[in-house]
């Protein structure tokens, strides 16, 4: 069964300090794993995809397939980084997208 | 491009009640989906059309929640009788075949 696992509730940082918001997930096959984040008042939208290997706003993943994880950093936080972030995994025969339960992110000035 | 539609924004039902939820895609789009998030989780889906027909319904409680998409284009997802624990954010999303989920706006509902 696919399970992503995000430990942290809430990460509450100063703009400028370093971040990394952790994903854990569970998959027997070969996972797509990406970043939806959610801004205040927003819709959710995608961010990151670790097949795209590239940075966006700043962020970055990298998959690492022997820790079975998928965090998100970032080395300086802005205050507009602030939002919910959903760490998702796609796999399994209809390519189900499965979500953790979110990392709010709190950058403060 | 417009973005995917969802209408109502809000709405607050008593137990036992039924409820409908409409979604418009966006165009071209073949793949919807449906998904419940619930305070405090993530999206879980609901139920996924390709066109006009069914992927996945797995985790769609038939007893009360049906779906449906005429035509392959808009959708509505309906539940009778709502529960207390139906209370959620209900979200829409499209895709192109196999590339990324546009989501809506969401539709909360609260069941009293």
């Keep these: 069964a696919q ?6 509730k809430l990460l509450s940082v100063f703009k400028g300090a370093p971040v990394e918001l952790k994903c854990n997930y569970s998959y027997s096959g070969s996972p797509e794993l990406f970043w939806y984040v959610q801004y205040s008042r927003q819709r959710l939208q995608l961010l990151l995809r670790h097949i795209s290997r590239e940075s966006i ?7 690492n397939k022997g ?3 998928f965090h998100l950093k970032k080395p300086f936080a802005q205050e507009e980084d602030s939002a919910m972030y959903y760490c998702a995994l796609k796999g399994g025969g209809f390519q189900k997208l499965v979500f953790g ?9 | ?10 709405k607050i039902i008593e137990k036992r009640q039924s409820v409908a939820f409409w979604c ?3 165009s071209g789009h073949a793949t919807l989906y449906w998904y419940q998030q619930i305070l405090g989780q993530g999206p879980k889906l609901l139920i996924q ?3 006009n027909g069914v992927v996945d319904d797995s985790q769609l409680p038939k007893d009360r929640f049906s779906a449906e998409r005429l035509k392959g284009v808009d959708s509505t997802l309906k539940i009778q009788p709502a529960k207390l624990e139906d209370s959620a954010v209900y979200l829409c999303a499209s895709s192109p075949e196999g590339y990324e989920q546009y989501f809506g706006p969401g539709t909360r509902l609260t069941v009293t």
């Design chain 1, 67 to 69: 820790e079975t994880s």
């Design chain 1, 3 to 8: 399970r992503v696992t995000q430990p942290e």
């Design chain 2, 24 to 26: 418009n895609p966006i």
């Design chain 2, 49 to 51: 059309f390709q066109n």
């Design chain 1, 57 to 63: 706003k700043g962020f970055t993943a990298d998959l």
């Design chain 2, 1 to 10: 491009e417009a973005g995917v539609a969802q209408s109502p924004r809000y």
């Design chain 1, 101 to 109: 339960t979110g990392t709010r992110l709190l950058v403060s000035p």
